[in-house]
């Protein structure tokens, strides 16, 4: 089905590195995100979230260098790793092996309603609207695997990283639906300035 629309089975139709760093730029809707986010975070918590890789500046001038300024003698990030010299230990500057991982503590955060977590997904594997547009087999074998108690390594299991976003597009059909299916609701749902 994902072919059929132009995308490939990672979920990506960007060809190739330089056309996924120029869709980047041109879409829109990654600041817009990142920046609500923080905002609405701000708001709450009273601290501001501050990403200097995020500023105008940085981005502007790191596309105006040369390509070759990145990856010199096989090795990445070579241009901060230099910049770095001095500063950091080269123990932690030259690293090219330990790799870090973002949201991996979606699974702590939600341990005090990981039943709902289990109950919901149960709720979602009786309803077969959602196999309209997710693999039904491959969904209910990864619902078989949850854990009745939350584990840490699950934040980087590929199944239940895969079951979450099932459930976004769940959440998101139901709330279309509203119970029973609603035409003129999603008629009148609005995605950014388009009205469908």
């Known amino acids: 089905m994902l072919k059929e629309h132009g995308m490939s089975v990672s979920g990506t139709s960007v060809p190739n590195i330089y056309e996924a760093r120029k869709l980047h730029f041109e879409e829109l809707f990654h600041w817009n995100a990142t920046n609500t986010i923080g905002t609405k975070l701000s708001l709450e918590n009273r601290l501001w979230k501050r990403d200097p890789t995020n500023d105008k500046r940085v981005i502007q001038f790191c596309l105006a260098l040369p390509e070759d300024q990145y990856v010199q003698n096989g090795m990445d990030r070579a241009l901060i790793r230099r910049a770095t010299k001095g500063m ?45 547009f997710l693999d039904r087999d491959i969904i209910k074998n990864y619902i078989a695997k949850v854990s009745e108690v939350p584990y840490p390594e699950a934040a980087i299991d590929s199944e239940y990283r895969m079951l979450m976003r099932s459930l976004i597009v769940y959440r998101f059909l139901k709330k279309m639906k509203g119970g029973d299916f609603d035409e003129k609701r999603v008629e009148n749902t609005s995605i950014g300035s388009l009205r469908y």
């Not at 690293?95 to 979602?124: A, Y």
Request: proline share 2%; no cysteine.
């Open 88 to 132: 950091l230990p080269d123990k932690v500057r030259l690293n090219q092996n330990i790799r870090g991982i973002q949201g991996v503590d979606w699974v702590h955060r939600m341990s005090s309603t990981w039943d709902e977590f289990r109950r919901e997904l149960s709720e979602m594997e009786k309803d077969q609207t959602i196999f309209e």
